[in-house]
């Protein structure tokens, strides 16, 4: 089993936000294209690039935002609704923020949590 990359959006905020850290896939924007690079080689080049970083997987940049950021990020399964996933909990201290819809796969409250806990870090 991988583990899942972040979605390019994700990726991208997670930079802004300072997260810098090494991985093995990139993401990289062209003049007129955002897309997934792959794995990081010698061969990255690709014409008008403007910007390569990093692709974390979901567990690192969970474990970036509850190492560094004291954030928490736990997607959690309502039994009265089998099955479905809240958008997730973030957590940090007593706040708490709830993404307000329901998603079917752990994976994407995951995504969505992140992604929230990585807009409330100021910078």
Known sequence: MQDQLTS?????L???????HKCEYKYASSINLELPVGKATNSLYMP?????WDAPTQS?????????????VNPITYKKVYGRYDCVTVSKKDEYLLGGRW?????????????????????
């Open 103 to 123: 998603v079917l796969s752990f994976e994407e409250a995951l995504e969505i949590g992140l992604y929230n806990a990585l807009k409330t870090i100021k910078i």
């Open 14 to 20: 997670a930079k802004e936000k300072g997260f810098i």
């Open 48 to 52: 008008n690039v403007r910007e390569i």
């Open 8 to 12: 390019y959006k994700t990726a991208k």
């Open 60 to 72: 690192l940049l969970q474990k970036w935002l509850r190492d560094v950021h004291n954030i928490h």
